[in-house]
T-cell receptor
Framework: AQSVAQPEDQVNVAEGNPLTVKCTYS??????LFWYVQYPNRGLQFLLK??????LVKGSYGFEAEFNKSQTSFHLKKPSALVSDSALYFC?????????????FGSGTRLSIRP | DAMVIQNPRYQVTQFGKPVTLSCSQT?????MYWYQQKSSQAPKLLFH???????NEADTPDNFQSRRPNTSFCFLDIRSPGLGDAAMYLC????????????FGSGTQLSVL
């Protein structure tokens, strides 16, 4: 069975500092990995994905994520946080040859950036 | 240029009174999904349509039904809403073969009185 874990319910970072939102996963075979962001009272918005190739994936709004197969992790990072990055972030995973409906979301991490 | 549109944005219904939520898309995606999300938790898949084929999740209550009359529209019907059905309902779409990135609507926040 596949699963995804976001060990931190909340991450607090000062504006201008680097941020990391952690994600680990479990899936049979090679994974597709995703990060989505949700602003208050809105739907989820795609940030980035790892399918294959370079382990460092760059996405929207200056975010990036690093796929680490040995540690089964896909942590989201940004070199310099903005107050506008404050939102709820979801990591998601699905097995490479499964249907899209089998995507599994993590429980979410609330990112709070203080001015 | 909205791509996945959900109406209404907020819906209030009474306990046991049927309610319908709607979703439309301008992306011409062949797959449409309905998710339930409670209190900033992970979205939970209720069911999805792969083209016209309806796929129900095993743990989706019978109280929830769905219709997809054409490619662009999909409806979520809750036959007899209970207090526990109060949640954000998210519609999403994807296109087969495009690495299955999901496009979400802004959601409908359902309150049950």
């Amino acid at each position: 069975a596949q699963s995804v874990a976001q060990p931190e319910d909340q991450v607090n970072v000062a504006e201008g500092n680097p941020l990391t939102v952690k994600c680990t996963y479990s899936v049979s075979g090679n994974p597709y990995l995703f990060w989505y962001v949700q602003y208050p009272n809105r739907g989820l918005q795609f940030l980035l994905k790892y399918i294959t190739g370079d382990n460092l994936v760059k996405g929207s709004y200056g975010f990036e994520a690093e796929f680490n197969k040995s540690q089964t992790s896909f942590h989201l990072k940004k070199p310099s946080a903005l107050v506008s990055d404050s939102a709820l972030y979801f990591c998601a995973v699905r097995a490479r040859y499964s249907s899209a409906s089998k995507i599994i979301f993590g429980s979410g991490t609330r990112l709070s950036i203080r001015p | 240029d909205a791509m996945v549109i959900q109406n209404p944005r907020y819906q209030v219904t009474q306990f046991g009174k049927p309610v319908t939520l709607s979703c439309s898309q301008t992306l011409n995606h062949n797959v449409m999904y309905w998710y339930q999300q409670k209190s900033s938790q992970a979205p939970k898949l209720l069911f999805h349509y792969y083209d016209k084929d309806f796929n129900n999740e095993a743990d989706t209550p019978d109280n929830f039904q769905s219709r997809r009359p054409n490619t662009s529209f999909c409806f979520l019907d809750i036959r007899s809403p209970g207090l526990g059905d109060a949640a954000m309902y998210l519609c999403a779409t994807s296109k087969t073969g495009q690495n299955e990135k999901l496009f979400f609507g802004s959601g409908t926040q359902l309150s049950v009185l």
